[in-house]
């Protein structure tokens, strides 16, 4: 029973593209967008002060994290539209 359920979750899985430095820069651009438009927050400046821009480090970790999850979702879309 178990290997059924696999079969048919292993049929819907959609592809993935193989990394490469396309889906490197797009991740990148947009954790920088992600980073630039945290500065735009109500209070960026709560916890730690990053030593190089003006926000605080739970703010830069929190952006990123936000840009990685945008960018997967942007290379997944230009792969299952054949972009990518």
Known sequence: MISS???AVAASVPPTPVWNPMVAIIISVSS???VLLS???EKPLVG???PILP???PTFAAAMAFG???GIG???GLTNIGRL
């Open 55 to 57: 926000i605080s480090i």
């Open 48 to 50: 730690p002060k990053f």
């Open 39 to 41: 500065t735009r927050i």
């Open 32 to 34: 920088l967008v992600m």
């Open 5 to 7: 359920i696999l079969l």
């Open 74 to 76: 942007i290379v997944l």
């Open 68 to 70: 990685h999850i945008i």
